[in-house]
Structures are given as structure tokens and as C-alpha cells.
């Protein structure tokens, strides 16, 4: 519950991020380049936090950092509604991002070291709808209260996640399978850690496999919604009620196929599941940018979301299985961490794209890069899964 809860806020702070950037601008007067820039900083700064945080995480404590991560988070976005200019938000949401990128891949080995191994699919898959969660709950509130309470108090509701994490402090323990490293394992250098992830030829293989997997994922998500409400107004006069009901509906997609893909990786072989999902994302990103009926793109992104975001429901486990636990949650953080980074330009390629060509073409371009999906999944994955001997235990 504390790493579904904790993603959960991350992704209610990003998504009303992007429903309250025209306010934002309005008021601050932003230019679109410097609005676009508070999602990218804060990704940005979530790279910084899966770097200084997992290898932190490794050496002392899941609970202990995870509590840290969610109150830091949420401190800077409260601070987000005093901003007077756009130079101190940006640096609020900078440091709100540090603090988010702990979250995720603490929270992924939490789970991967709380649950049965044969079941680590579907656990790691909660956590990523989590995220979903938190997307659905902006998507619906964030038309009710903005305007009642304005961006500013929008970015108050980021305090309550401080709550949450005292009572995650005092209700839980360490995993069992992370009190029982060795005193040697634990007393790894911070720096090591992420050094151990390309140890070898069959490591470095390995990583650079899932990083690809994590940028292409992030920077397809990112890129559409953080554009596509906007788009959906300008060029179809979707109301913001009636983006958020798009974006809804999209997410129930996402969060169908991140609970699907967790069930079937846990019965069969997860490296052909994320081919059927890769294959299925180039299939409907292309078809859905040749829409042009409103109601057909409302449906078809709840289809297009199951493949191009449900690959999340994955990542936890691949990453889990693929490293042992002095290293686990450094694999999360850094790889996810970094892809995310990667995710953070979707939105400037996109908008820019956009602006010299056209939004369809833009779109339909996007489908190329889950091409190198496939390659990756293909040539550089392990396929093997859910053994922990079969797991690059020779690390550390």
C-alpha cells in the first residue's frame, strides 16, 4: 500500500501540472517554452533522485528512504503555490522531482522483496497503477477545484502525501530478504552500486536492454499526455471537463493493461508479452493519429493507452528478477530514473514537431520509436524470470 500510495501521488502532481499550465502561464506570464520546461525540470529532476536515492536505499533501508522521498516530494510541491515568478517554481518543481524519483523504485523493491517471487509480476504491476490512480484522480478533480481554489491551492493538495508517509514510519519494517544482506553488502560504497550495474558484458547488456525499454516508454507517455488535452481543445473544442473525460478514459486503458500485463507475465514467458504490447503500441498510435471523429479518439485511447503504457506493469519485475537485492532498488531507480529523463523531452518533440509540421504527423512519427522496443526486447533482455537463481546474482 505505502508504494501504490506514494506513485499515486506522483501521478496526480503531474497530470493537473499539465491541466494547470495555461494558469499558470496566465498569471506568471510564462512563455510556452517556459511552461513546457516545468514538466521537463521536474523529470530532470526525478533522474537526480533515482541516482542519489536507490543506491541510498541499498545500503540503509526501503522504509527509512521511501519515508524521506514522500516528504520531500511533497514539501516542494506545497511550496509550488508560493511561487512569484517563473524562476523559483521551476526551482520547486526541480526539487519536488528529486524527491518523486525515489519513490518509484523503492517502492518496486519494497514489493519485490514483501511478495512470493511466483507472484512478483502482478505485485510490481499494482504499483504501476498506482501511478494510474493518481492520473484518474487529477483527471476528475482537477475540473471540480481549479477553479475554486486555483493553481495555488491545486499544489496545496501536494502536502497530504506527508501524512502518509509518518504513518508508512511507524506501521512498517524492512523486508525480511533486505535485513538479511550481509554486513559487507550493505556497507557497499553508494557509488559502486551504480558501477555494478555494468560490471560485465552480460550486466551492461542487460541494462542498457531495459533502459531503452524505460526511455521509449516514457517519452511515448510524456509526449501524449501532456500535449493531448490541449490538443484535443484547440482543434476538436474539448472542454476541460471533457479533456479530463478523455484523459480518464485513456488512463482506464493504461490501468487495464498494466494489471493484464502483470497477470500474463506471471503465467507466461514476459519477454513475448512485451513484444505483443510493443507491437500493439506502433499498431495504434499509428491508427489513432488518422482519427478525426471525437468520439472514436475517445475510445481509441483507452486501446492505444493499454499497449503504450501498459508495458509498466513489467519493468518492476524485469528489473527485480534481473538483479539481486544489495543492488535491487539502484537498478530501479537509476534505469527507471534515466528513462524517465529520456521521457521528459517527449513533450518539447512533440510540441515542436507539432508547431513545423503537423500534430498527426507528430503522433504518427512517435510509433517508430517502440520499434527499437522490439530490438531491445529481442537481442538484449534476459528471458529468464521469477527464479532468483536464475537473476544476475553474480553482482555485488
Do not use: H
Not at 261 to 279: C, M, T
Amino acid at each position: 500500500m505505502a508504494s501504490v500510495s506514494g506513485y499515486a501521488m506522483d501521478g496526480f502532481d503531474l497530470l493537473i501540472l499539465g491541466f494547470m499550465l495555461p494558469a499558470i502561464a496566465s498569471e506568471l506570464g510564462l512563455t510556452a517554452s517556459q511552461s513546457g520546461s516545468l514538466v521537463t525540470w521536474t523529470l530532470i529532476g526525478a533522474v537526480l533522485g533515482g541516482v542519489i536515492f536507490g543506491p541510498i536505499s541499498d545500503r540503509f533501508g526501503r522504509i527509512r528512504v521511501l519515508t524521506f522521498t514522500i516528504l520531500m516530494f511533497s514539501l516542494f510541491t506545497g511550496l509550488c503555490a508560493l511561487a512569484q515568478g517563473y524562476w523559483d517554481l521551476l526551482a520547486y518543481r526541480t526539487l519536488a522531482g528529486v524527491g518523486l524519483g525515489g519513490e518509484f523504485g523503492i517502492g518496486m523493491a519494497l514489493i519485490a522483496e514483501a511478495w512470493p517471487v511466483e507472484k512478483r509480476n502482478r505485485a510490481s504491476a499494482y504499483v504501476g497503477m498506482g501511478w494510474q490512480l493518481g492520473v484518474l484522480m487529477a483527471a476528475f478533480l482537477t475540473p471540480l477545484l481549479l477553479g475554486t481554489i486555483g493553481w495555488r491551492g491545486m499544489f496545496l493538495v501536494g502536502l497530504l502525501p506527508a501524512l502518509a508517509s509518518f504513518l508508512i514510519r511507524r506501521t512498517m519494517g524492512e523486508p525480511e530478504e533486505f535485513v538479511k544482506q550481509s554486513s559487507a553488502q550493505q556497507q557497499e560504497p553508494l557509488l559502486s552500486r551504480i558501477r555494478l550495474l555494468f560490471k560485465d558484458r552480460a550486466t551492461t547488456k542487460c541494462s542498457v536492454g531495459i533502459l531503452i525499454l524505460t526511455s521509449v516508454q516514457n517519452f511515448g507517455y510524456y509526449g501524449l499526455m501532456i500535449w493531448m488535452p490541449t490538443y484535443l481543445a484547440k482543434n476538436f473544442g474539448f472542454s476541460l471537463t471533457k479533456s479530463g473525460m478523455w484523459t480518464a478514459v485513456t488512463v482506464i486503458g493504461m490501468t487495464f493493461g498494466i494489471w493484464l500485463f502483470g497477470v500474463l507475465s506471471d503465467r507466461f514467458a514476459r519477454w513475448k508479452i512485451f513484444l505483443i504490447y510493443q507491437v500493439g503500441a506502433v499498431v495504434m498510435v499509428v491508427c489513432y493519429a488518422q482519427l478525426k471523429d471525437p468520439t472514436a479518439m475517445l475510445f481509441a485511447g483507452a486501446v492505444m493507452g493499454m499497449f503504450v503504457n501498459g508495458m509498466i506493469g513489467g519493468y518492476g519485475g524485469l528489473i527485480s528478477d534481473s538483479y539481486p537485492v544489495n543492488v535491487r532498488a539502484t537498478a530501479q531507480n537509476v534505469l527507471f530514473n534515466l528513462g524517465r529523463g529520456v521521457g521528459g523531452f517527449g513533450p518539447l518533440v512533440i510540441g515542436l514537431l507539432a508547431s513545423q509540421i503537423a500534430f498527426t504527423a507528430a503522433i504518427s512519427l512517435l510509433a517508430a520509436i517502440y520499434l527499437l522496443d522490439i530490438y531491445a526486447t529481442l537481442f538484449l533482455l534476459p528471458k529468464s524470470q521469477s527464479k532468483a537463481e536464475d537473476s544476475l546474482g553474480a553482482i555485488g
